[in-house]
Each structure stands twice: as C-alpha cells, then as structure tokens.
T-cell receptor, first 117, second 112 residues
C-alpha cells in the first residue's frame, strides 16, 4: 500500500461549489503539506502543518483552508471553487527527525487532478 | 527572494548518451537541496538531498553534485525508463523558513 494516499484522484466541479481533498499517510510523519502544480509554474505551497495544533499558510493560501484531523490526516478545502483553481494538487509529508538541522525530505502522494468549470 | 532555475526546460537524449541537468539557485543560506523525479500524472519521487558544496550522491545511473550556486544531475548511459521530469528544490536557512522553493523542472526524454 502507498505511504501517502489522496482522495479523490480526479474531480470535476462547478464554479462556486465547496470541495474537499483528503490526504492520509502511514509514514508516521508529523509534518504534512499541500501543494498545487500548474504547467509552467512548478510546485507551490498552499498550507503546511507541523502537528495537529500547528497550521501555517504557504505561498498561495488565499481561497483555500485546511484541517489537520489527526497526525495521519490533512484535508484541503476550496470554499467556493473558481476556474483558476484548476490544477494538480499534491499532499506531502516529512519527518524532521531524520534530518534535524538540515532540510526535510518530503514524500509526495499521487495527486488529485481538479477541474473547475 | 529565493529562486531556483532549472535548465534546459527539455532535453532529448539517445539511449546511452550521457548528459547533465542544471539547477541554479539563489538563497540566503542553504539548509538543503533536493532532487525529485516526476512521471506524468504522478507525484514527485524523492531522489537525493545535498547539504553542502562539494557533496555528491549517486543512485544507479544518476549522480547529483552541489556547488555554492548550482547543482547538477548527471545521467550516465540513460535508458528510456529514465524519461521523466526532474525537479530541483531548495530549503533556505533563514529563520522561520519551512518551505521548499521548487524549480519548474527539466523534462527528459530518452529515445531508444
């Protein structure tokens, strides 16, 4: 089984709808992240969480919200979807215990392809 | 502002034709530099972490190196299964930084 799973894998929704993307991990990592990937723009961080009580905004958090339900679960919500939120969304995890002072190695899920019409 | 620039954007190689991908970075102190491989429609797959200039790491046909301004991913005698987009990311050292800055990637195609 995959260490980081995302549901749904594909979703088409209409403008104005609320949608939730879910991420679960079995790696036992404390840190979890949500990214979006757009052609020509690369990966950009939306939100990150270092534990259940710690949630932080990333580079492009406007229009998004998150919930960390447990160490293993991190959800991303689009409260009112708009077409420019059409993108590939990735969840990632990392464990600072393996790197300490150094940068965390992040492990990515398979992604959710979201289309907003 | 932290920046990561990858070149070339796309690279076509014949099977067995060795080459290098470049990742140039501008960051106020480097906590770590990461290389990932991404296949179409899939999540990035972690390859290497480099922490300091002069460091090298190898995995099969791939070898990553790091200087103070750039990193190279050398591919020796590539095979068609090495075709993918290769992403570079940096983790800056500045206080409060917990974010990776990613480059846009190099799309590698290896032709049989």
């Amino acid at each position: 089984d995959a260490d980081v799973t995302q549901t749904p894998r594909n979703r088409i929704t209409k403008t104005g709808k609320r949608i939730m993307l879910e991420c679960s991990q079995t790696k036992g990592h404390d840190r979890m992240y949500w990214y979006r990937q757009d052609p020509g723009l690369g990966l950009r961080l939306i939100y990150y969480s270092f534990d259940v009580k710690d949630i932080n905004k990333g580079e492009i958090s406007d229009g998004y919200s998150v919930s960390r339900q447990a160490q293993a679960k991190f959800s991303l919500s689009l409260e009112s979807a708009i077409p420019n939120q059409t993108a590939l969304y990735f969840c990632a995890t990392s464990d600072p215990g393996t790197s300490g002072e150094f940068g965390d190695e992040q492990y990515f899920g398979p992604g959710t392809r979201l289309t907003v019409t | 502002e932290d920046q990561v620039t990858q070149s070339p954007e796309a690279l076509r190689l014949q099977e067995g034709e060795s080459s290098s991908l470049n990742c140039s970075y501008t960051v106020s102190g480097l906590r770590g530099l990461f290389w990932y491989r991404q296949d179409p429609g899939k999540g990035p797959e972690f390859l290497f972490t480099l922490y300091s200039a002069g460091e090298e790491k190898e995995k099969e046909r791939l070898k990553a190196t790091l200087t103070k301004k750039e990193s190279f991913l050398h591919i020796t005698a590539p095979k068609p299964e090495d075709s993918a987009t290769y992403l570079c990311a940096v983790h800056p050292r500045w206080a409060g930084s917990y974010q990776l800055t990613f480059g846009k990637g190099t799309k590698l195609s290896v032709i049989p």
